[in-house]
């Protein structure tokens, strides 16, 4: 598994919508090697600077598609591949202040060989431009 590879550095940024900011946005990765479908994963968990994001509030999106995670249990005809870089949305009113947040990822996937459900967690500390 490449845990420490799931945060990547280059996007972390505030995400506006009609002249409003509604969250902030970073690109993850899956550290699965074989890339999953996007029903097996049974969970994405965000916390920045300590404080979890709830469930309903987080986005996953890849090559143009936007999803909730409940969208997400039922998606059978989308995949995320390994080492691709999805762009993890959550939604905060106002997003995050400029400067430094620790953030941390979380992923909760379902593999048909193993007999467990792993989880899988990056934190890095990234840096917010003004």
Known sequence: ????????TELFENVVENGKTIGF????RLPYYRGLGLS??????VT???APAAREDVRFSVRGKTYTLDEMETVYDDRWNFAEKAKITVLRAGGLTPGNHRIE???R???????FVPTTKDTKDLALAA
């Open 40 to 45: 097996m994963i049974e969970d994405i968990a």
């Open 1 to 8: 598994m490449m845990d420490n590879k799931m945060i990547c």
């Open 25 to 28: 946005a970073f690109l993850g």
């Open 105 to 107: 990822f979380a992923v």
């Open 48 to 50: 920045v600077d300590g």
């Open 109 to 115: 996937m379902r593999v048909s060989y193993l007999p």
